[in-house]
């Protein structure tokens, strides 16, 4: 049976504004050569094959389901971020290649009148999808944007992470 591992993705938006600036072409992201300061990607204990980081070991199967979601360290609430490009330097024959899919969710919506009862709120949301097709190592880049709290873009850039696929 097929299992899902999810990637959660967490980037440190306002040191990379600080430290490489605004870049306004989507076409040309800037690169985040030290992303193992800056981005951090983990999964669940029993998915995770290594050290969490900026490179990632699953444990995975053929047929296992990969979704990858991002945040940045202020949870959205300063900082976005926005996966926009996937880019399969090697190993691509590993996996399908992944497609971002759109999703509503409900989330609970605490209350501060009655803290134990929150109530929910439909959110759109997305993820980037894709299904293992082998073990071994594909090496990748993802773009992402960066925008501020109103939305504004802020910069466009990429880092190269690997993922190590074993059973």
């Known amino acids: 049976m097929s299992e899902f591992?999810?990637?959660l993705i967490a980037i440190d938006a306002e040191t990379i504004l600080g430290k490489y600036g605004k870049n306004t072409d989507p076409n040309s992201?800037?690169?985040i050569p030290d992303s193992s300061s800056l981005i951090?990607?983990?999964t669940r204990q029993n998915?995770?094959?290594s050290t969490p980081g900026s490179e990632l070991t699953i444990?995975?199967?053929p047929m296992d389901i990969i979704r990858w979601r991002e945040t940045t360290l202020s949870l959205n609430s300063e900082y976005t971020s926005v996966?926009?490009?996937f880019n399969a330097l090697s190993g691509q024959d590993l996996i399908s290649t992944p497609v971002p899919r759109s999703v509503v969710l409900n989330e609970?919506?605490?209350s501060s009148q009655d803290p134990l009862n929150p109530t929910t709120q439909k959110i759109n949301s997305y993820y980037w999808e894709s299904e293992v097709l082998d073990t071994g190592t594909v090496t990748y880049n993802f773009s992402f944007m960066?925008?501020?709290h109103k939305g504004e873009k802020q910069g466009y850039y990429y880092w190269d992470p690997y993922i190590n696929i074993q059973d």
């Open 47 to 49: 998915q995770l094959g």
């Open 146 to 148: 960066i925008l501020n």
């Open 5 to 7: 591992i999810n990637v």
């Open 108 to 110: 609970p919506k605490p």
């Open 83 to 85: 996966l926009y490009r």
């Open 40 to 42: 951090y990607m983990t």
């Open 59 to 61: 444990n995975a199967s």
């Open 29 to 31: 992201p800037t690169s």
